[in-house]
């Protein structure tokens, strides 16, 4: 794959946070891309991480005055700002967040943070009482409007030993997302600001109030595919059962549904609006035909007969709603005859592609954070396979096919 950030000019805003130390590694993955990375610190940041320690890893000597002391060279925010492909701060505390939004010039890093006329990518580090703060929402939200792209903080142990959101998000991620930026202005995806509707995790039927009929589903899969069609450029929603993870790039809508008849529902209303659908929800085929109103009680009674009665096939129902310009891409689940039953769902659902797992390959399906996948085409009779890799690679493979099936639509 071409190498997007060879050669780009990069700002690295470092702020005082106990994250800073990540700007370390930031760099050095950074410089590793072949970018020339220019830190600029606030003097709290020299309070966690020494200059000396991203002079040396970036090459370039870290910029936190107006001048230089000994010499009065003055530095320009304005010429940096120019420089600059792409301004990242990271971290960004809820103090330097504030005067950005607010445009409190007055150290070095917000004075270049108004100077850039590149994007600025903004990575929030901070406890869990401050990242909830109103104040703090609103100033993101204000950046966000201002066109920087925020790339949200991760929830886990926080350095007060709290548990919750505000850790910076990894510098891996923050490279990827850099990456995913330089080549979609690049070349930029024919999905771009095409809208695409994502089935994603399981429903759940209900028994009573208290039980339901499920699937292992935890919708990885799903939201790895947003994430990355998101990152090409689409408008994506993901029409999504009860699951735990999240989006990680900006801008995927998620819309909650909790039975195959709410998904249906949901789906059906969206998709005229869609030029892209991707079935990836493990629909449960089946339902309780009569939910108890209250609680079924165990004692005194036999154990209760379930009767089933079957879901909507939401997959089948879009394809028969599909026009010629929209694409229906479906997963097929399979133990045994993998292709030809792919295939065959491929016709009943009138899909234009299938993305099939087996249930035989190990590190596929349910729950992992890989997959194995063959995708087979409506348009031809091949069968591409591709190896075990984690979903988030999976997510791209099936994104090329996707964007390769909409050219030649
Ligand atoms: N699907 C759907 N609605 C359903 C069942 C499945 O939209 N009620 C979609 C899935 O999201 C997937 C495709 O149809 O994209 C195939 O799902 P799968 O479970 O493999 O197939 P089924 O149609 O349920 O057939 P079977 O269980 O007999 O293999």
């Known amino acids: 794959m071409a190498n997007f950030l060879q050669g780009k000019h990069i700002v690295l805003g470092v702020t005082g946070g106990i994250a800073a130390y990540k700007a370390a590694v930031l760099t050095r993955l950074l410089v590793k891309a072949g970018a020339e990375v220019q830190p600029v610190m606030t003097a709290a940041a020299k309070e966690f991480i020494t200059p000396l320690?991203?002079?040396?890893?970036?090459?370039k000597p870290v910029i936190s005055e107006f001048f230089t002391r000994n010499t009065g060279e003055w530095h320009s925010h304005v010429d940096l700002g120019l420089w600059a492909d792409a301004m990242v701060v990271a971290p960004a505390t809820a103090c330097t967040i504030g005067k950005m939004a607010g445009g409190v010039a007055d150290n070095m890093l917000v004075t270049t943070y108004l100077s850039a006329k590149a994007p600025v990518f903004v990575c929030p580090a901070m406890d869990l009482d401050m990242m909830a703060h109103p104040s703090t929402v609103a100033n993101l939200?204000?950046?966000?409007?201002?066109?920087?792209?925020?790339?949200?903080?991760?929830?886990?142990?926080?350095?007060?030993?709290?548990?919750?959101?505000?850790?910076?998000?990894?510098?891996?991620?923050?490279?990827?997302?850099?990456?995913?930026?330089?080549?979609?202005?690049?070349c930029p995806s024919p999905l771009s600001g095409r809208k695409v509707?994502?089935?994603a995790g399981p429903t759940r039927e209900k028994i009573d109030p208290v039980r339901y009929i499920s699937n292992y589903s935890t919708g990885k899969m799903g939201y790895a595919l947003a994430d990355e069609l998101?990152?090409?450029g689409a408008d994506v929603i993901v029409v999504s059962g009860p699951v735990s993870v999240k989006p990680?790039?900006?801008?995927?809508?998620?819309?909650?549904?909790?039975?195959?008849?709410?998904?249906?529902?949901?789906?059906?209303e969206l998709f005229p609006q869609c030029d892209v659908a991707v079935m990836c929800?493990?629909?449960?085929?089946?339902?309780?035909?009569?939910?108890?109103?209250?609680?079924?009680k165990r004692e005194g009674n036999e154990p209760p007969q379930l009767q089933l009665v079957e879901n909507p096939d939401?997959?089948?129902?879009?394809?028969?709603?599909?026009?010629?310009?929209?694409?229906?891409?479906g997963f097929a689940l399979e133990t045994d005859h993998e292709n030809e039953n792919a295939r065959k769902k491929m016709q009943r659902k009138k899909l234009d592609m299938v993305v099939l797992n087996s249930l035989r390959d190990a590190g596929a399906g349910f729950g992992t954070d890989t997959n194995k996948v063959t995708i087979l085409t409506r348009k031809d009779n091949v069968s591409h396979e591709f190896p075990l890799k984690s979903k988030a690679e999976v997510a791209g493979d099936i994104a090329d096919l996707i964007e390769l099936l909409y050219c030649n639509e």
């Open 248 to 268: 990680t790039q900006p801008g995927v809508k998620v819309v909650g549904v909790e039975s195959a008849l709410e998904m249906a529902e949901k789906s059906r």
């Open 230 to 232: 998101a990152a090409r």
């Open 53 to 59: 320690t991203l002079s040396t890893l970036s090459g």
């Open 197 to 199: 509707m994502i089935t």
């Open 281 to 296: 929800a493990a629909v449960a085929d089946y339902r309780p035909a009569a939910p108890s109103a209250t609680k079924i």
């Open 141 to 186: 939200r204000r950046l966000e409007s201002y066109g920087n792209i925020i790339i949200d903080a991760a929830e886990g142990e926080l350095a007060s030993h709290l548990t919750g959101k505000g850790r910076m998000a990894e510098p891996e991620d923050i490279v990827k997302t850099l990456e995913r930026y330089f080549r979609n202005a690049q």
């Open 314 to 329: 939401i997959a089948r129902s879009l394809g028969e709603m599909k026009q010629d310009d929209q694409l229906l891409v």
